[in-house]
């Protein structure tokens, strides 16, 4: 038996903040950050919405899609950096909200990665034959962990939602995925802080050596692409749709050099989302099904890479 994706589905928070809007935030510019990112705007979430409730929005519309109902539903992993709270999980409030009952529920800790890694999960667990349908979702609200005076990392992130249930199936969907992690890069990329004895301990914002995290998600975004596609005997000439995280369009615009596809076999939504982390792929992927870009039969391949550092890819046939 197989997984396969049978509906998508996402969810951006209603309020837009734009480059020009940032101008009068921090000392910065339209340009400089369209021109090093590709990023003109980002949602955020509201005060009183919480990653559960853009999560909840996301899997709705996925459960929709796949014409399931709460009883279906025998799995849920929420990809999240950014939980509601340190306990219980996000995906224990989720399956609260959506009225699912007595299903395991557990968040994924990969950060920018996070999707692909539920993704992976989700694929052994219905394979194994534990479950018949697996909600997965990624969920995020950068917002609330960014240093809002720090314009090297304020300007990137975003907030928002995206989310897939999975079925099994007799005829492979989920081709093969493929997860590495590499946790002596830990200072590279993090948010060094947390909560102990009621107080704040270290730094809670995201700190990154932008240059150093942009060399290595090149390489590794082209290595783990081309590991997906030999697993399978398949060349990257052969793939319909990349779908890599979105955190900056010069690094997707590299990585699809490196495999030699051009920009038109790629989705790229960070111009609109920015960095949503865990949110991207799936905000990305549920824009090119829902405009008729993804068709059935073609080749897609998912590929995250985030803080740890961890990466990994899903190859999927559609
Ligand atoms: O999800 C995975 C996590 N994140 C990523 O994948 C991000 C990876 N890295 C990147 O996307 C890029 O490295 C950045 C967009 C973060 C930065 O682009 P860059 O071309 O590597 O620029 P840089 O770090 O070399 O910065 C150049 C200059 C610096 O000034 P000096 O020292 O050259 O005078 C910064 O102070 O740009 C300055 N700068 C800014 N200027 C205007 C940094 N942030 C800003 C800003 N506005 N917002």
């Not at 989302?273 to 865990?278: D, L």
Request: charged fraction near 20%; include cysteine; charge should be negative.
């Amino acid at each position: 038996m197989y997984s396969r994706i049978i509906g998508t589905g996402s969810y951006l928070p209603a309020k837009l903040l734009t480059n020009r809007d940032l101008e009068s935030v921090v000392d910065t510019t339209d340009e400089w950050i369209y021109s090093r990112s590709g990023i003109r705007e980002r949602h955020i979430a509201a005060d009183d919405e919480n990653a559960s409730d853009l999560a909840v929005a996301a899997a709705r519309k996925a459960m929709q899609a796949a014409d399931v109902g709460p009883e279906d539903i025998g799995l849920i992993v929420v990809a999240t950096t950014t939980p509601d709270m340190i306990f219980p999980s996000t995906a224990c409030l989720v399956q609260h909200k959506l009225g699912i009952k007595n299903c395991p529920a557990f968040d994924m800790q990969a950060v920018c990665s996070g999707f692909v890694y539920a993704l992976a999960t989700a694929d052994k667990f219905l394979r194994s034959g534990a479950c018949r349908h697996a909600l997965v979702i990624g969920a995020e609200i950068y917002s609330r962990i960014l240093d809002w005076k720090d314009r090297s990392t304020c300007v990137l992130f975003g907030d928002g939602a995206g989310a897939v249930v999975l079925g099994l199936s007799d005829t492979p969907g989920v081709l093969s995925t493929h997860l590495h992690a590499d946790g002596s890069y830990h200072e590279v990329l993090s948010v060094p802080g947390c909560v102990s004895r009621g107080e704040i301990k270290g730094h809670p914002f995201v700190v990154m050596e932008g240059s150093a995290v942009f060399k290595f998600a090149v390489k590794v975004l082209e290595e783990v692409a081309l590991e997906a596609l030999a697993a399978n005997g398949l060349s990257p000439r052969e793939v319909d749709w990349l779908i890599p995280h979105q955190a900056n369009i010069r690094i997707i615009q590299a990585t699809a050099k490196k495999l030699g596809l051009g920009m038109d076999k790629v989705v790229a939504t960070v111009e609109r989302h920015a960095n949503t982390s865990a949110a991207s792929i799936p905000l990305a992927l549920d824009e090119a099904v829902r405009d008729g870009r993804i068709r059935p039969g073609n080749l897609v391949l998912l590929e995250g890479v985030g803080g740890g550092f961890t990466w990994g890819a899903a190859l999927l046939r559609w």
